[in-house]
T-cell receptor
Framework: AQSVTQLGSHVSVSEGALVLLRCNYS??????LFWYVQYPNQGLQLLLK??????LVKGINGFEAEFKKSETSFHLTKPSAHMSDAAEYFC????????????FGAGTRLAVHP | DSGVTQTPKHLITATGQRVTLRCSPR?????VYWYQQSLDQGLQFLIQ???????AKGNILERFSAQQFPDLHSELNLSSLELGDSALYFC?????????????FGPGTRLTVL
């Protein structure tokens, strides 16, 4: 069965610092992977997704993620944090049963300090 | 704005009652998914419909049911409500069923059971 593990339920960075949110997946076959962001009292918004076309995926708001098969990882990074990046971030893997349901990690809450 | 609408935004009810949550997918999307977000369980897939037919079930209680209508909107019915059903319920939609297909999430319905 597929699963996703997000290391660190809370991450705190200073404004302008590197953001690194960790995600490891478990899948017996090459997966489709997603990062979503949830701002307070809002729904989930897609940041980026990996669909095997390229291992380095660029998303919205300056975020990117690198798929590393050898490490079964799909970590999310942003070179310079903004105050507006404070939110909860979810890594997800698409179920390969053919019905596309998403299996989410527990989420990482990002705090950005001035 | 993802294009997915959900009503109502908030719902407060008592134990034992029944409620209906409504979701309108993005124009052209045939697939609708329901997810539950709670503090103890995180984001969990409940059920999926594609063009009016149920396609996949997740950790959905027998007290919960859903349907997708000919105009593609969907309703999630929750009955015999318990305190533990208090959660944020999201609807998502996608064009088809492909694993790489992006799911667009609505703003959610926050259910509080007293």
């Amino acid at each position: 069965a597929q699963s996703v593990t997000q290391l660190g339920s809370h991450v705190s960075v200073s404004e302008g610092a590197l953001v690194l949110l960790r995600c490891n997946y478990s899948s017996s076959v090459p997966p489709y992977l997603f990062w979503y962001v949830q701002y307070p009292n809002q729904g989930l918004q897609l940041l980026l997704k990996y669909t095997s076309a390229a291992t380095l995926v660029k998303g919205i708001n300056g975020f990117e993620a690198e798929f590393k098969k050898s490490e079964t990882s799909f970590h999310l990074t942003k070179p310079s944090a903004h105050m507006s990046d404070a939110a909860e971030y979810f890594c997800a893997v698409s179920d390969l049963s053919g019905y596309n349901k998403l299996i989410f990690g527990a989420g990482t809450r990002l705090a950005v300090h001035p | 704005d993802s294009g997915v609408t959900q009503t109502p935004k908030h719902l407060i009810t008592a134990t034992g009652q029944r409620v209906t949550l409504r979701c309108s997918p993005r124009s052209g999307d045939l697939s609708v998914y329901w997810y539950q977000q709670s503090l103890d369980q995180g984001l969990q897939f409940l059920i999926q419909y594609y063009n009016g037919e149920e396609r996949a079930k997740g950790n959905i209680l027998e007290r919960f049911s859903a349907q997708q209508f000919p105009d593609l909107h969907s309703e999630l019915n929750l009955s015999s409500l318990e305190l533990g059903d208090s959660a944020l319920y999201f609807c998502a939609s996608s064009v088809v069923l492909a694993g790489a297909d992006t799911q667009y999430f609505g703003p959610g319905t926050r259910l509080t059971v007293l």
